[in-house]
């Protein structure tokens, strides 16, 4: 895929580093180089004065590459102080397909997989487009803050258009930026972590609250991307892990699911084992999950499987994988025997974004002249 360079000072790598209550300090060492950065520093020193917004379209289950490039940096946020609103993009599904499948049963289980992880919904949000009605009307005035040339050169949705199921391009695939920008300014959120290829979409949000403040007033703030410094993590089949390829780990898989997988990564056909992700991606990503989940020096847990070849690796993976999730996968069962009360999180949550997004379109009518 290609991304342009972003030269944005607002570009800032994040500390992936784990809440204290997940033993996941691996992904603190992938962070530290990131921890000084002018964004990290601005949080830590007003929590309160920011407010993430992210989110995960509801078109599959959340696996270990969003354990280790995203999710655990939420949390960690929360845990700094700073209010987390987390967006399930339900409208955004139809972007890239024709109908939103199992839509309920893939929301169950975001917010299942947002739970045990410990996101607080007494202190952070959890919603679906579907119910906000006013983070959708924002949608009018933005796109008419766009070109069309500039939603046709977004080298993100190129690269989607390249890989969508559909014959044809619709206007929501080439608008979703806009309707992105609308996710995040509707809840004024300031700090968006996402991974590089989301980078385009966050230079048009911060170009859509520019234009909008120099054309009817200062209403919104550019927001920060926040890009994961957590290494990429490569499917079972060795392309970009997706929860919508059938290549990923989902974090509430069963112990016995997680086995049957990692058997089935692609590996390559040199016995030893090593550490070299340029040279041997496959072996090497199984060799690195093994390492962040057990806090390791990749090159080390390489060394010591050796000449074990494939099947010793693939062994080592799985046992550091189920046991470094087992205290997540515990408290996800909890939470399954009780989808009212998990339901009833989206709940609230929907409500206080309706009122964030009531309140930012009264804003805009405002400033735009007061439609009413
Ligand atoms: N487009 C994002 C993705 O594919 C999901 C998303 C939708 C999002 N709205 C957002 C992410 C707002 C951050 C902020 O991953």
Redo the contacts with the bound molecule.
Sequence with gaps: MTTPAVTTPAVTAAATTAPATTPAASVEAHGTEARGTELERRIAQDPGGFRV?????PTGPLHLGHYFGSLLNRVRLQNLGVEVVV?I?DY?VITDRDTAERLGEYTDGLLLDYLALGIDPARSTVFCHSAVPALNQLMLPFLSLVSVAELNRNPTVKDEIAHSRQSTVSGLMLT?PV??AA??LSCK?NV?P??RD?AP?LELTRTIARRFNERYGAVFQEPDIMLSAAPLLLGTDGTKMSKSRANSVPLGATADETARLIRGATTDAERHITYDPDARPNVSSLVLLAALCLDRDPHEVAAEIGDGGAAALKRTVTDAVNSHLAPFRARRAEYAKDLTFVRSVLRAGNERANALAEATLDEVREAMGAFR
Excluded: E, K, S
């Excluded at 917004?53 to 379209?57: E, F, V």
């Design positions: 917004l992210t989110g995960d379209r967006l993009p955004q979703y309707h992105q996710d995040i959120g968006v996402v991974g989301q979409h």
